[in-house]
């Protein structure tokens, strides 16, 4: 049962923003997803990140590696689907190649590493983000950075079990699940 | 692990960074490239924080050009210098505590020979001086004892050159650096004898002076781990910031080491090893 009354809202929280696992967030069963801290049902999710991402300025999609190297076939048909889903939101993208710490010769306006997305959000001036394809851990580390220290809202699509401290979670999200959050911004927009 | 994650998903191929895309058109993966290519392809290591003039950069380039199969293989680094730039090489690595390199590539090793049986997954143990010939030596030599299949290469600055220039087991005798201001009292380490007579079944030592010499050392040293065993080689590095001689001259003194016989190239070679590495370079 969820009782905790910590939000996990867009920052800057500060420069060490504790873990919202660590303040009570807990992840959702299948079929659910997180909205900032909170348990709801994953077709409400679905709606609010469509609505997050058409009223955004500046959305991007930071997919990582799980996704950006054709490794299997699952990989390619993600990849394939989260192209759709960021050209039918009007985001652009900067992809996470992998996780080298290439500080300090990153370039935030071609990359973002998960040990300084900050940079990116800044140089970008990116007021709305989704990471997918990025490994859990590596997730949980840029998206707590970016609370810390930007006001950029956050969005993962996760194909495990979710991220708490993502403002909008889903989880379980593969090529199938990306491609109805396409249709649910279609919709939104008044298409077919 | 397959070799399809060199290859870039379709619809992401033009916003990938250039070094990504340069790295799947033109890096050296599944390519069978070497010493004598570079210059001509996208290279695993190219940006690092090291020295100017620095040997052991040198001899980590050297190194990465003339692995026999880049794609396959998972490098096990360690605390020091080269651990500075590891994080720069376009290939898996893994960085240990320091001196801990043998271990973690032992336990990888036999993960890798469960996890892929048809493949072959070359593991190379990558550390100074320090982390091989003194504060790991206990595990370096365990792995070579008990006949781990994978190889260790020492990157011989003849310091704790990170840390401001200790002397190492590996310094020459009467040697002053930093940190040693009345010079070495004992003599260098014999590591190749030491490797040889521990059970590896392939103990060379070379310079980064000699770009033919070292890769050949280095394939042979792959190769045969796979098969037969523990494998050894270490290579001299220059290190002109604690021992204080101008970066430009790195290679020259690499050569006046080799000269005065203070380093010197050695190979040995066991009997089986002998025969296996008649039968794959007379297949190339």
Known sequence: ?192 | MNNKIYEISPGFEEIMPKDYRDLVNDGPFGKKLGVKDLGTFKELLEEHPLCAGCGLALSKRLILASLPSPENTVIVGTTGCSSLSFAQVAIHNIHSIFGNQNAVATGLKRALEIRFPDKTKDVVAMGGDGAIGDIGLGMVMHSWFRGEKFTTIMFDNEAYANTGGQESGMSQKGAVLNMAPTGKKYAKLPMPEIARDAGCVYSASVTPARPKRLEKMVRRAVILARKLGPTYIQIYCPCPTNYKFKPSESLKRTRDMEKSGAYQIKEYISPAAEELIKKFEEVK
């Open chain 1, 1 to 192: 049962m969820q009782e905790t009354n910590y939000r996990v809202i867009n920052g800057p929280e500060g420069y060490l923003p504790p873990a919202a696992a660590s303040m009570g967030v807990v992840l959702p069963d299948r079929g659910q997803a997180l909205i900032e801290g909170r348990i709801v049902a994953e077709k409400e999710a679905m709606e609010k990140i469509a609505e997050k991402l058409l009223s955004a300025k500046n959305p991007y999609f930071f997919p990582g590696p799980l996704i950006l190297w054709a490794w299997n076939d699952k990989a390619v048909e993600k990849a394939k689907a989260i192209k759709e889903l960021a050209d039918t939101a009007g985001a652009k993208i900067i992809p996470m190649s992998d996780y080298r710490p290439k500080y300090p010769m990153i370039n935030p306006a071609e990359e973002i590493n998960p040990n300084h997305p900050n940079l990116t959000i800044w140089h970008n001036k990116i007021d709305v983000c989704v990471f997918v394809g990025v490994h859990c851990h590596y997730a949980n580390l840029a998206l707590k950075i970016i609370r810390g220290g930007t006001d950029c809202y956050t969005i993962a699509l996760c194909a495990n079990y979710g991220h708490e401290d993502a403002m909008i979670s889903l989880r379980d999200v593969h090529a199938e699940e990306v491609r109805n959050l396409t249709a649910v911004i279609k919709k939104m927009k008044g298409g077919k």
